[in-house]
């Protein structure tokens, strides 16, 4: 098969690679939320001096609900003690991402870009003639292997492999992955036992989300861009964890480094120190 579906066969261990000009992303599978403790109701935050890269900017505020944190080359943390008041896990974090995408508007405009073309493609492909050129056919018990010119059909037991020119779209378990590599653009969307990982990545924009199965609330989000925004922003994201009902402990990202490393592990750990793993 063609080369593209080298790197997009490797996100199958939930490792998503875009390379070349524009971007690189990686996700890393949500850990087995059962192996881990329940997770604490939090009625005030613990707000270290430091964490690790982080130092804290004056006292809590809000009543012990929120805490600012400077990070290293102009980046900021704040930790969240939210209340959900009738509200969905998933509303309050809409919230959060919304603030935070308002920051980057040039990475979101190019993932938007990336959704329309995907939608206008498989729109103009439902009535697609199949390409002249050379074909091939192998059909075995649980076997299928099309082929015409440059395009080809593989099927195998829990696994579906759809090559279009330089696109490509892979189905295994319970994962689908559509990238091409003239557009520099990787979708990825799967869940596997109750988790769920979500990957959009188009030329220097990438936009990963991952959420753990369950009553109880894990999950975090992250949207980079190789261009700086005006106020020079280039990966903005969320870690939230809390218990089935709330509240909820979120460590917003602001930083002008697209490596999440170092800033995003001491932001989870804030989270963790206050509401468990």
Known sequence: MRPLLIPA????????????DAVRISSTHTENSDAKGALKVVRTLQ????MGSLTRKGTASAEGTVCTYAGPRG????????????????EALKAFEDR??????QAVAQLRSAADTEADREAAAVDAAAPAGDRASVQAPGVDIQA????ATVRLPGLRIE?????????????????????SRVNIEGSEGGDNVSVQANQDAAEIRTSAG???????WILTDNRPSDAGWRLVGYEARGPAGGPIVVAT????????????????DLVALNVGE
Do not use: W, Y
Request: net charge negative; glycine share 12%; proline share 3%.
């Open 75 to 90: 980046a900021e943390v704040s930790l969240h003690l939210v209340k959900l008041n009738g509200a969905t896990p998933a």
């Open 100 to 105: 935070l995408s308002a920051v980057m508007p």
């Open 214 to 220: 369950g009553g109880a609330t894990r999950a975090n």
């Open 253 to 268: 990202v602001r930083a002008r480094d697209r490596e999440r490393g170092r800033v995003f592990e001491d932001a989870k």
């Open 9 to 20: 066969l490797c996100t199958l261990a939930l490792v998503a690679a875009c390379d070349g």
């Open 47 to 50: 707000c270290p001096q430091t």
């Open 163 to 183: 090559s279009k020119g330089d696109e490509a779209s892979v189905r295994i378990g319970g994962f689908h992955i559509d990238a091409s590599d003239g557009e």
């Open 148 to 151: 015409a010119g440059d395009d």
